[in-house]
């Protein structure tokens, strides 16, 4: 890599390598403003609280890892501790993920596959409701939920069933390019609907599926205007850390509040630096074997 980069710099003039350095240098810049927020905090995670408010940007005196065990205990949101708030997130991301997730299959599919009058009106309002900013919709989105009563942690999870969005536009262009001719073979054995697309048709768009299905999880789990609007009674990691040093009727620890943003972003980090690959080539290629 290295000797093929230094030839591609060897056969650019010199406008171009002038152009290449300073994209270069820029892009470094960007990626050490993006290291550094997070250096900061880790290195004001290992003080005392007193030493922190003293010299906000000095290092630590003594390295205290503890404060990473101490957290558990002394972050908390009214009775609720850091591991009840990590339990709450854990289900709410995995429940919530799956439900979106395949709520958005099963709508991409059935107007990718069976197009009927109206199919594509149906496809441009999923696009147009994607400019509509969160906020406007949000105020109707509150009444509907507090009137049917629904801000409860199982309900909660209607929020995350609209079939429309992201996960739909990726997941309806990867069914559009898997042939129909896989579907009409497995029915000529003898399968339903459901079962070919059970069957047949999700095992060809499991990388896509996978992909939404990562990117679903990072939101939900970084989500906490969700919790914070429905489920104040079950604070999740991203709404403790939101509420943390708002609700103390004193100063806020802000060691301990930096080990809790840490440890909110090492499940996320592990996720992304182990499927970026998959996030990236989230699109799958249909064909027939000859």
Not at 23 to 34: D, E, N, P, R
Not at 138 to 146: E, F, G, I, N, S
Request: positive net charge; contains cysteine.
């Amino acid at each position: 890599m290295r000797n093929r980069l230094k030839r591609n710099m060897r056969n650019k003039t010199v406008p171009e390598t002038i152009l290449f350095t300073v994209v270069f240098v820029i892009f470094v810049i960007y990626a050490v403003s993006l290291v550094l927020p997070f250096l900061w905090a880790f290195l004001s995670s290992l003080k005392t609280d007193d030493e922190f408010y003293e010299a906000v940007f000095a290092l630590p005196k003594d390295w205290l890892f503890i404060n990473y065990v101490n957290a558990f205990k002394e972050f908390k949101i009214g009775n609720t501790t850091m591991i009840g708030m990590i339990i709450n997130s854990l289900w709410l991301t995995f429940a919530g993920t799956f439900v979106t997730v395949m709520i958005s299959s099963g709508t991409g599919y059935i107007l990718a596959k069976y197009p009927f009058k109206g199919s594509k009106i149906i496809y441009d309002i999923a696009i147009i409701s994607m400019i509509i900013p969160i906020v406007g919709s949000l105020p109707a989105t509150y009444k509907v939920v507090t009137t049917l009563h629904l801000n409860t942690p199982i309900t909660i999870l209607v929020l995350y069933t609209g079939g429309f969005g992201y996960n739909f536009i990726i997941l309806n262009g990867c069914y559009r390019s898997i042939s129909w001719q896989y579907a009409e073979a497995s029915m000529i054995d003898g399968a339903s609907h459901f079962r070919t697309y059970m069957k047949v048709m999700l095992p060809q768009a499991r990388p896509a599926i996978l992909a939404m299905a990562i990117l679903s999880c990072i939101g939900i789990w970084n989500d906490y205007y969700t919790p914070f609007l429905y489920l104040k009674g079950y604070p999740t990691l991203a709404l403790g850390i939101y509420q943390f040093d708002i609700i103390q009727e004193q100063r806020s620890n802000m060691p301990i509040y930096f080990c809790a943003i840490i440890l909110s972003i090492i499940p996320i980090l592990i996720v992304y630096t182990v499927f970026q690959d998959t996030i990236m080539n989230n699109s799958v290629a249909g064909g027939l074997k000859g």
